[in-house]
């Protein structure tokens, strides 16, 4: 999927300034907030499968922890860049303090091309990562979890190599962890299912009426491909879903079990029957009532903004929308919910995962559901309030309340020495 060569990071700078504003934050934890904690970079020898050598680019991030320990994904992408970790791992911190869960933000990243590489060069590659970095993470230090090309096997090596490193097990190092390793269940459809949530109140906000209202998915992976079928159980139509190769739609509606079946055989969503074939910006400019931008970052630029014809567009993507194109869809009065508060769902369940190793006790998939629904409904409602409070955009909001609790926390602790 292309991104643009806008620097995430300037639109995280550009964020917190916007929030800062209304915040009124002093310089002095503004500027705190606009600096990474700490930046890890590692260099990664692997052997290949043909004998070569490969020396590989890791990354890790560690934004904020005024909050609780550092939490965040790891993803395996040809186009990782720093800045794209350092961003991400702002939004992180945000995310985590939105959801008003007791964690700061973080995030990792190495530079590979997944699909090229084996099972075998993988876990060594991972298990190299993880040594690296070994030093910098732990159950009560950062907790990294799946992102952009990483699952839960990548979770369990990583998992095995910190424990061996220390001498005995530590099932919480990571989240999104096999549940035979004390993963959480709920876990691999919790971001879907969060961002489904998110849009059903956001539906309840404009008054469209969730049954029969029509959906596309920019993205169909793990995220997308949730979010459509647990929307599907809520009862909206899905009529458009894309992938890296390009998308598909049909506006009488399409199966998401059935084009999630297709993409598992041929391993792209193009060539479904009974569809058209349409790009990615196509499909974000189709004509529907909700819009998912669930794929990589820098989705929706301001000419594709201009274009979109959604009332609703729920981020399950990290950033998937540049400042400039906030500006065009909040003018043309789409209520869009944030990044930070849409796919919220994957850490929340994290969180409750982490919670659950701790205390070796574990919870029901219902009971998971439950409490996610519990706390991601509480979260929007938080942000909708603080948006109408100041009159101002959903991401505006939920950048109010995200940055202010951080904000608070350094206040809070103060400086030492």
């Not at 990071?9 to 904690?37: H, S, T």
């Not at 961003?87 to 007791?102: E, N």
């Not at 993470?137 to 090309?149: F, R, S, T």
């Amino acid at each position: 999927m292309s991104k643009t060569n806008q620097n995430p990071f300037e639109n995280v700078l550009v964020q917190l300034d916007i929030a800062g504003e209304y915040l009124k934050l002093e310089p002095g934890v503004r500027d705190m907030l606009r600096q990474p904690k700490r930046i890890v970079t590692v260099s990664l020898p692997v052997k290949m499968d043909d004998g070569r050598t490969n020396v590989f680019t890791g990354y890790r991030v560690q934004y904020n922890d005024a909050r609780g320990p550092f939490k965040g994904g790891i993803r395996y992408h040809p186009g990782v860049t720093l800045d794209e970790v350092k961003a991400l791992s702002a939004w992180m911190t945000w995310k985590c303090s939105v959801a008003d869960i007791p964690f700061g933000g973080a995030k990792g990243g190495v530079i590979c091309d997944p699909k090229k590489m084996s099972q075998g060069e993988l876990e060594r590659l991972t298990r190299r990562y993880a040594a690296a970095i070994s030093n910098v993470i732990g159950p009560d230090q950062d907790i990294p979890a799946p992102d952009v090309y990483t699952n839960s096997q990548i979770m369990a090596w990583i998992l095995d190599t910190y424990s061996l490193i220390k001498g005995y097990a530590v099932p919480g190092v990571v989240t999104g962890k096999p549940i035979s390793l004390g993963g959480s269940l709920g876990r691999d459809t919790a971001t879907g299912r969060g961002a489904a949530f998110c849009t059903r109140e956001a539906a309840k906000a404009v008054k469209v009426p969730l049954k029969g209202a029509t959906f596309a998915v920019q993205g169909f992976g793990n995220a997308g491909a949730n979010y459509a079928l647990i929307m599907e159980e809520m009862g909206a139509k899905l009529i458009a879903a894309s992938d890296s190769q390009g998308g598909i739609l049909n506006k009488k509606g399409l199966d998401a079990k059935k084009v999630l079946a297709h993409k598992e055989k041929g391993g792209t969503v193009v060539g479904y029957p009974g569809a058209e074939s349409v790009t990615n910006d196509e499909l974000l400019q189709s004509e529907c009532d909700i819009l998912s931008p669930a794929a990589l970052e820098n989705a929706i630029t301001k000419d594709i903004a201009r274009g979109v014809r959604a009332k609703i567009v729920v981020e399950c993507a990290n950033g998937p929308t540049t400042p400039e194109a906030d500006r065009v869809l909040d003018k043309k009065g789409v209520f869009l919910v944030p990044d930070i508060l849409a796919n919220s769902g994957g850490v929340i369940v994290s969180y409750l995962e982490w919670v659950q190793n701790l205390d070796r006790l574990y919870w029901t998939e219902e009971e998971v559901n439950s409490r996610l629904e519990q706390k991601i409904t509480s979260a929007f409602k938080g942000v909708h309030q603080e948006a109408k409070k100041h009159g101002v955009s959903m991401r505006t909001g939920a950048l109010i309340v995200g940055v202010g609790r951080v904000a608070e926390a350094v206040r809070t602790l103060g400086l030492w020495p």
